[in-house]
């Protein structure tokens, strides 16, 4: 008795599905990497602007309130009180009588 057994051969269809499908798992996790670590780098220059921002922000708010100062001390300073203490301590003296000197026409010296 012959007994003849056939195998049956190897789908070439099935073995293009399991490459196929192995391929398509490699490159969606070699994307999900990628977008994950471009994620992370969003996210961290993301927290150092908002870092800066708020550097920046406390820099304006102390600068307004130094701004404020100087200006208080400058309208100390240009008071009026001040500049009448500042004329008697350099020796200015009041003005009575104011005289005027009159130029001629002719006396006038012209190149």
Not at 21 to 41: A, M
Not at 72 to 92: T, V, Y
Request: aromatic residues 10%; without cysteine.
């Amino acid at each position: 008795m012959n007994i003849l057994i056939l195998n049956p051969p190897i789908s070439i269809k099935r073995l293009s599905l399991k490459l196929n499908l192995k391929f398509f798992l490699i490159l969606n996790s070699i994307l999900i990497i990628i977008f994950l670590i471009s994620y992370i780098f969003q996210v961290n220059a993301l927290i150092s602007e908002s870092y800066q921002i708020q550097n920046y922000q406390k820099k304006i708010e102390k600068l307004t309130s130094e701004n404020k100062i100087l200006e208080i001390n400058s309208f100390k300073m240009n008071s009026l009180e001040n500049i009448e203490n500042k004329i008697q301590n350099l020796g200015f003296q009041k003005t009575d009588k104011i005289y005027y000197i009159q130029i001629l026409e002719g006396q006038m010296v012209s190149k």
